[in-house]
């Protein structure tokens, strides 16, 4: 089974701060793994794929196999950052989890001015 | 031009009726979705419809019954309404299987925020 873990429900930082969301999985076979956020009143959208290797609004994260891990990081926050995140696994073809996302808990940000 | 839409967006309703809630996309794709977010904000997949033929049945009560009518349209309709049903029900869909390439981004509906009472 696939699970997706993000273990800080919130996290608060002041502007120009660096962010670190945290995000571990467990998928036995080749995971695909996205971040999405929710901004205030707005629809879940994606944030960015791992497969891209992109900056989008200055965050980047890294797919790391050996720590099971997909951090998102930004090296100097700003106010508009303020939302809820949530990491997420799409199984791989062939997988038993084929065509399933699967989301973590999700993790607010709050960025102070 | 909105790309994933869902009505109604507020639904309150009594323990026992049976409620629908519709979802449309605009984008020419394959794939829906139904998530269920609780009140914990944990988003939870429900159900995935890929060309009109069910995917995905996430252990989901059988009081829960999607329907499809076509590829833009994927409908669900709730019987017996019970007080843990109380959540935002979130569409979605993507232009193929999450999985199936290395690039199904899914895009979200605004919600529906079904208040049981």
């Known amino acids: 089974a696939q699970r997706v873990t993000q273990p800080e429900k919130l996290l608060s930082v002041f502007k120009g701060a660096p962010v670190e969301l945290k995000c571990n999985y467990s998928y036995s076979g080749s995971p695909e793994l996205f971040w999405y956020v929710q901004y205030s009143r707005q629809r879940l959208q994606l944030l960015l794929r791992?497969?891209s290797r992109e900056s989008i609004k200055g965050f980047t994260a890294d797919l790391n196999k050996g720590e099971t891990s997909f951090h998102l990081k930004k090296p100097f926050a700003q106010e508009e950052d303020s939302a809820m995140y949530y990491c997420a696994l799409s199984g791989g073809a062939g997988g038993t989890s084929y065509g399933k996302l699967t989301f973590g808990q999700g993790t607010i940000l709050t960025v102070h001015p | 031009d909105t790309a994933v839409s869902q009505t109604p967006k507020y639904l309150v309703t009594q323990m026992g009726n049976d409620k629908s809630i519709k979802c449309e996309q605009n984008l020419g794709h394959d794939t829906m979705y139904w998530y269920k977010q609780d009140s914990k904000k944990f988003l939870k997949i429900m159900f995935s419809?890929?060309?009109?033929?069910?995917?995905i049945n996430e252990t989901v009560p059988n009081r829960f019954s999607p329907k499809s009518p076509d590829k833009a349209h994927l409908n669900l309709h709730i019987n017996s309404l019970e007080l843990g049903d109380s959540a935002v029900y979130f569409c979605?869909?993507?232009?193929?299987?999450?999985?199936?390439?290395?690039?199904?981004?899914?895009?979200f509906g605004p919600g529906t925020r079904l208040t049981v009472l």
């Open positions: 979605a869909s993507s232009p193929r299987l999450a999985g199936a390439s290395l690039d199904a981004e899914q895009f």
């Open positions: 419809y890929n060309n009109k033929e069910l995917i």
């Open positions: 791992h497969i």
